[in-house]
């Protein structure tokens, strides 16, 4: 996780390629997570019928999930998944303004994957390891959590 954070946050922060957020712990000001993000697109063919129903035979709007990690003293407690809702939220939020329909994810392992179809993810046709959260999925998800 700190590797990450020293070497590439901050050069991708300053050259524009994404943007990284931290949860900080607000008694020692550790880092506990974080999420990157930029802007990317999928080309229509790969994407599922769910994400692309409706829309034109085009490059799929959607922003990407760069980086999401949590701290080992606090992996297993909930924080990922609050990162995960904090970064659909964001998204929501830039989409409302520029577009955008989904989250792409893409997970180091199956066990990655698997964490993120729990929340409502889909795979990529064409990639097992890349996924989908639709923006759809993340709103209702917001909405139960009461976090709009």
């Not at 999420?35 to 229509?44: G, N, R, V």
């Not at 997970?107 to 996924?131: C, E, H, M, T």
Request: some cysteine; overall charge positive.
């Amino acid at each position: 996780m700190n590797q990450f954070l020293y070497r590439h946050a901050r050069q991708n922060h300053e050259n524009g390629s994404s943007k990284t957020y931290l949860a900080i712990n607000s008694s020692n000001d550790n880092i506990l997570g974080y999420y990157s993000l930029c802007p990317a697109s999928i080309e229509f063919e790969h994407t599922p019928e769910m994400i692309k129903r409706g829309l034109a035979r085009h490059d799929i709007p959607v922003f990407r999930l760069a980086r999401l990690a949590t701290d080992l003293s606090v992996q297993g407690k909930g924080l990922g998944g609050q990162l995960l809702l904090a970064a659909g939220k964001r998204c929501l939020a830039v989409a409302s303004e520029l577009g955008g329909v989904a989250l792409l994810i893409d997970a180091k392992n199956q066990r990655a994957a698997d964490w993120y179809i729990s929340y409502g993810a889909v795979p990529l046709l064409n990639s097992s390891f890349s996924l989908l959260l639709s923006f759809k999925t993340i709103y209702t998800a917001l909405i139960m959590a009461n976090k709009i």
